[in-house]
């Protein structure tokens, strides 16, 4: 069966920066595009950042220049490099994956910045 792993959550001071990472197992990982969520207290959850199975990448607004998405198929990995944290980034992030029209998620990683 398809499950993802999140790690590299945390607590970090305001500005600073952390690396996330998503395991993926059960799925040809390099066919599938690949998607990190997050989600604050009593909010929704949002999307932060999309990797094609090509590698072309999207982002919220909330994340361009502050956030890069990237994808080691040999690994099966998609990471979230996040710098130029904020306060309002604390949230537990998701990674997810659309497959046979059913989307997956991992467990989620907290990401809380704090000073």
């Known amino acids: 069966q398809v499950q993802l792993v999140e790690s590299g959550g945390g607590l970090v001071q305001p500005g600073g920066s952390l690396r996330l990472s998503c395991t993926a197992s059960?799925?040809?990982?390099?066919?599938?595009?690949m998607n990190w969520y997050r989600q604050a207290p009593e909010k929704r959850r949002e999307l932060v950042a999309t990797i094609a199975s090509g590698g072309t990448t999207n982002y919220a607004g909330s994340a361009k220049g502050r956030f890069t998405v990237s994808r080691d198929n040999a690994k099966s990995t998609v990471y979230l490099q996040m710098n130029s944290l904020k306060p309002e980034d604390t949230a537990v992030y998701y990674c997810?994956?659309?497959?046979?029209?059913?989307?997956?998620w991992g467990q989620g990683t907290q990401v809380t910045v704090s000073s």
């Open positions: 997810n994956v659309r497959y046979t029209n059913r989307d997956y």
């Open positions: 059960g799925i040809i990982f390099s066919l599938y595009g």
